[in-house]
């Protein structure tokens, strides 16, 4: 069983940083893509950034590009969303999500694995 388990979000204020993390366990994840997805209250589900496991590759969303990393230490079996110049349309739940294909995608119901959330919220 593939888990999922975030961490790292919190208040921020307009043009500061923070960092969330994403545990995985329960599956050898080398094939699998991993991504963050955000969802802000009255709104859907949107993509923000992905990596391949294996290869390393990344993707981002048009809005955070320039402002968000996205990373993944092998050895802690963890991916991390750095996050920077933060504005207030960046406040939303973030989600880490997996799927057992090595390519990403902005579709959140092509992952079949997700983590409870991390609210972040950042003040204008």
């Known amino acids: 069983q593939v888990q999922l388990v975030e961490s790292g979000g919190g208040l921020v204020q307009a043009g500061g940083s923070l960092r969330l993390s994403c545990a995985t366990s329960?599956?050898?994840?080398?094939?699998?893509?991993m991504g963050w997805f955000r969802q802000a209250p009255g709104k859907e589900r949107e993509f923000v950034a992905g990596?391949?496991?294996?290869?390393?590759?990344?993707t981002f969303a048009d809005s955070v590009k320039g402002r968000f990393t996205i990373s993944r230490d092998y050895a802690k079996n963890t991916v991390y969303l750095q996050m920077n110049s933060l504005i207030p349309e960046d406040t939303a739940v973030y989600y880490c999500?997996?799927?057992?294909?090595?390519?990403?995608?902005?579709?959140?119901?092509?992952?079949?694995?997700w983590g409870q959330g991390t609210q972040v919220t950042v003040s204008s």
């Open positions: 999500t997996s799927r057992n294909h090595p390519n990403l995608s902005y579709d959140w119901q092509l992952y079949p694995y």
């Open positions: 329960g599956r050898t994840f080398s094939t699998y893509a």
């Open positions: 990596i391949s496991w294996s290869s390393g590759i990344t």
